[in-house]
């Protein structure tokens, strides 16, 4: 059985608060997907960070979780990403609609969409943004001319966002190609941490927000 800090695929933010002071932010891919570049990212606060406090700024990373997690479901909504995709094969586009009443990227039932969530993990100081990795995908059957839901698959929900975002070979063959959505979403997110900083302050330390 998983835990939940045990995420095949999940993204993290927390920071560091040596000597109780605020050191950085880590916005970064799960340990077993880290790479180097820009899907690993620091931030080392500037002036903008007025709220010292390992309160608020544990609470700014929950926020920042949330943030993560609505840019992530609004991609998906709005496709935003689809230009850069291989397209679907005319064969599944076409079972997609037929059985599903859509042809979208990174979604299907909705079961992953609907999935999306996020938690905090005392023992590493972070919050994790991803599904439940004990959550398994549901297999469906065609009946009546459309797909119902029939049994728990033995895949891992996590596993098919892997997937997804990664892409699958075979034999040397690619059989799913790659099509990022959470990687690109936390890089957005990650050129506005200023301005997400600002709006936590607004919104819940208007004193401190006053002196911006």
Not at 85 to 90: H, I
Not at 104 to 113: D, K, Q, V
Not at 148 to 168: A, N, R
Not at 188 to 197: A, D, F, I, N, T
Request: net charge positive.
């Amino acid at each position: 059985m998983k835990s939940k800090t045990q995420g095949l695929f999940s993204l993290r933010i927390r920071f560091d608060d040596a000597e109780e002071r605020l050191e950085r932010y880590h916005l970064f891919n799960s340990d077993d997907f880290h790479r180097p570049g820009p899907d690993g990212l620091h931030y080392v606060p500037g002036k903008f960070f007025l709220g010292d406090e390992p309160r608020i700024q544990r609470e700014f990373c929950a926020f920042l979780a949330e943030a993560l997690r609505s840019r992530i479901m609004f991609a998906i909504e709005t496709q935003r990403y689809e230009k850069k995709y291989k397209p679907l094969s005319d064969n599944y586009a076409k079972y997609k609609l037929k059985y599903f009443d859509n042809d979208l990227f990174w979604y299907r039932s909705g079961e992953m969409y609907e999935s999306l969530d996020y938690w905090y993990v005392p023992r590493k100081k972070e919050w994790v943004v991803g599904v439940d990795p004990e959550k398994r995908a549901t297999v469906y059957k065609i009946r009546g001319g459309r797909a119902v839901p029939f049994k728990k698959s033995k895949v891992y929900m996590e596993d098919i966002i892997k997937f997804l975002e990664f892409g699958t070979m075979r034999d040397g063959q690619v059989c799913i190609p790659p099509r990022p959505l959470f990687r690109p979403a936390l890089r957005e997110l990650s050129k506005h941490v200023g301005r997400y900083y600002t709006q936590f302050l607004k919104l819940y330390y208007p004193e401190l927000y006053a002196r911006l």
